[in-house]
């Protein structure tokens, strides 16, 4: 892999002594996300995990719920060794709180998830999140450090909830009750980026419902991510919102790849799309509904289609830019990269000496 194409690996990856500076790969992210500097700074917190086990309503010092619930501020959570983690309640993670898996073997699976809500500047890295559970309601313990009652959730391995600047990069999630990824309820200035998505039938949801009208103000980058094997659809379903799709790798689907209802705004840009041996070959999905169809925008900029995949364009309108400020723009490159770009993708198979 030429590691100069990817912005976001290049600005970190090459350097041997990452490891002491785990905190540099905050000015590494792009897309609406923009740079994460509010999670570092002299007053950082620096927290490493040593217990696997979780104590939903009273979590104990060492458990990861200690640290990205109870404790406030700016909060870096590293784990100690290789874990596998079980969730007994959804982890509600606070404010200005990185977890990151680097370097370590970290799995949180089988039970309860990630759940962002009402909160913001969070970064996810390097986690493997699979076989999420549905819940039923109780008390948990709430991103303000105080124990909450929470509803029922679904069994999604990430959901944002009124979330803003939130990046989640280079992780692996698959095989989920309900599905790996929702931006949801006003969540915006999202990057989602180099993660793996398999094994699952509905991928991402960006907007909550159809009603939800917050969520014309939605925002979110999906740059240099690999779908597949066996994803069925939504990657990702958008609804209301805009989403800039570039330089991602989808390896087959059953339904669609990228669908939407209520008149998103969409930015298909320099993606790989392998259609699949049988079945639908059409990468998008629209449903129309009640709304107007011209209203839609759904564009295609040089892409490239194999095994005979294609892609329904808006007719006329105008191709959505993304209005990137200068903190969150980076340079979409040719599509031919995109094998090499996506290589990687997912967490990182590295051990505490090994190269990333």
Not at 50 to 56: A, C, M
Not at 204 to 224: F, I
Request: proline share 4%; aromatic share 8%.
């Amino acid at each position: 892999m030429d590691l100069n194409m990817n912005m976001i690996d290049n600005c970190w990856r090459p350097y041997p002594e990452w490891r002491r500076h785990k905190q540099q790969i905050a000015t590494c992210s792009v897309g609406y996300a923009g740079k994460m500097i509010n999670n570092i700074g002299k007053d950082l917190i620096h927290y490493k995990v040593t217990d696997p086990n979780d104590d939903p309503m009273n979590p104990k010092m060492g458990t990861l719920r200690y640290g990205a619930s109870v404790i406030q501020g700016k909060v870096w959570i590293t784990f100690q060794k290789d874990m596998n983690i079980r969730l007994l309640k959804p982890l509600l993670i606070s404010s200005f709180t990185t977890i990151d898996g680097r370097g370590v073997n970290i799995h949180i699976a089988d039970n309860a998830c990630l759940m962002i809500f009402k909160a913001t500047d969070i970064i996810i890295h390097s986690i493997r999140i699979h076989h999420c559970k549905a819940q039923t309601s109780g008390m948990v313990m709430g991103p303000n450090g105080k124990v909450i009652h929470l509803g029922p959730v679904d069994g999604d391995a990430i959901r944002l909830v009124t979330a803003s600047k939130i990046w989640i990069d280079h992780n692996t999630l698959y095989d989920c009750e309900d599905g790996l990824l929702d931006v949801t309820r006003g969540s915006s200035n999202v990057t989602i980026s180099n993660n793996w998505f398999r094994e699952q039938d509905k991928v991402m949801l960006l907007g909550h419902d159809d009603g939800y009208v917050r969520d014309k103000n939605m925002k979110v980058t999906v740059l240099y991510n690999y779908f597949g094997p066996n994803c069925n659809q939504r990657m990702p379903r958008i609804r209301h919102g805009y989403a800039h799709v570039a330089n991602n790798l989808y390896l087959g689907w059953v339904q669609y790849a990228i669908g939407g209802s209520m008149e998103p705004s969409l930015k298909s840009e320099s993606n790989l799309f392998i259609a699949p041996k049988v079945g639908s070959k059409e990468v998008t999905w629209r449903n129309i509904g009640q709304t107007n169809g011209n209203k839609w925008e759904f564009h295609s900029i040089r892409d490239a289609f194999e095994n005979g995949a294609s892609f329904a364009v808006t007719k006329g309108g105008r191709v959505p830019k993304p209005n990137y400020n200068k903190e969150q723009s980076f340079k979409v490159v040719d599509v031919k990269y995109v094998r090499s770009l996506t290589r990687i993708s997912g967490a990182f198979q590295c051990s505490r000496t090994s190269i990333c």
